[in-house]
């Protein structure tokens, strides 16, 4: 018997050193990569299967958001085809950040050319400009408990930081159990002075990530409207949840509008991946959420945007993992293991 399954496409940040090769391994043969490959050298930009086969991993070459992009968008695309549709009835996608670019092509809002050239366009676009940075930072305890308070609390000194003469801070993603916060290095800066450290590695800077999803980011998002038309979009054949926690349902998706959130709403407002998850949890009740490849970080962000809206009654880390072991209702295509069992 199938189960139904809600896919969850990656962003920025998840093709790392460990992923090095991870399209060549494991879809060496997938049939969009020479169209992909082509596109970039038209464009001038190194191909995929170059950055993808490199001798070894470069933060500098493969975290840049013109190389990034694409190459994430290539790996979750042929995870997607790779999903073994025998075990699994696909009832919806969604994505984390520029993992809604992902989603509308596995959605086929957007045929696979289409959406590498949406995210290719908007990696080069926002590496070019390099307006801003992010950060992130946890409002839960380490068994993914939301502290009391604290995300209220860190939102108002958000707010505080912002209203400073020359300081720039918004929420960028609200993770589940994290704050991804972008702004102007002042207001970074400021951040990082008026928190505690947690856990030794929080508040966390990302490399080589602008301000996404804030007001920093119009200018890209003009600029994006001008490369990107409206008519590379179509009626997509599944429910795409975005990131307001809004549905998009096939043969009722007004194309204008799915446009315009793609290259507005989507690129200078908070993209609200908690929500997203809610919702597919709520609406579409799948009986297990897929995540692509590639990366493993994804994971533990899906897991507590679940256990945050109550899905299934988990109400922590150590119950996510005794049920998850028991009955997966959570799988990661960059895990070897999970990996199997989706394909």
């Known amino acids: 018997m199938k189960q139904t399954a809600v896919v969850i496409a990656p962003g920025r940040g998840t093709y790392n050193k460990a992923e090095l090769g ?15 490959d082509a596109y970039r050298k038209d464009e001038g930009q190194t191909s995929i299967s ?53 989603a509308l092509a596995c959605a086929a809002a957007l045929d696979p050319m289409a959406g590498f050239r949406l995210a290719n366009t908007m990696g080069t676009l926002m590496q070019k400009h390099m307006i801003g940075g992010q ?80 007001s920093l980011q119009a200018p890209v998002s003009q600029r994006a409207f001008r490369a990107l ?14 990131g307001r926690g809004g549905i998009w349902y096939p043969k009722a998706a007004d194309l204008a509008d799915l446009h315009d959130y793609t290259l507005g709403h989507q690129v200078t407002q908070t993209y609200d991946f908690a929500a ?20 493993t970080t994804l994971g533990s962000a899906t897991a507590q945007a679940l256990i945050r809206c109550g899905w299934r009654g988990l109400d922590s880390k150590t119950a996510f993992q005794s049920v998850n072991a028991d009955h997966p209702c959570l799988l990661s ?11």
């Open 229 to 242: 038309p409206e008519s590379l979009f179509q009626q997509p054949k599944l429910p795409l949840i975005d």
């Open 135 to 214: 950060l992130i930072y946890p409002f839960v305890d380490e068994d993914w408990r939301a502290i009391p308070g604290q995300r209220d609390s860190l939102l108002a000194k958000t707010d505080a930081i912002n209203a400073r003469a020359d300081h720039q801070l918004k929420l960028s993603i609200d993770l589940g159990g994290m704050l991804v916060l972008a702004g102007n290095e002042a207001g970074l800066a400021a951040f990082e002075r008026d928190v505690p450290e947690l856990q030794k590695r929080f508040p966390m800077r990302l490399q080589n990530h602008a301000g996404f999803h804030t």
């Open 276 to 295: 997203a998850l809610r919702t597919a949890a709520r609406e579409l009740m799948p009986d297990v959420f897929i995540i692509l490849g590639p990366g």
């Open 333 to 343: 295509m960059g895990m070897d293991d999970q990996r199997k069992a989706c394909i």
């Open 50 to 102: 170059t950055l993808d086969q490199a001798a070894r991993f470069s933060g500098t070459t493969h975290t840049r958001g013109d190389n990034a992009s694409p190459l994430i968008f290539a790996c979750g695309l042929a995870d997607f085809g790779a999903i073994d549709r025998d075990r699994f009835d696909i009832i919806g996608v969604t994505g984390n950040s520029m993992g809604w670019y992902t």
């Open 22 to 36: 991870y399209l060549s391994r494991h879809h060496p043969g997938f049939d969009m990569l020479k169209n992909f």
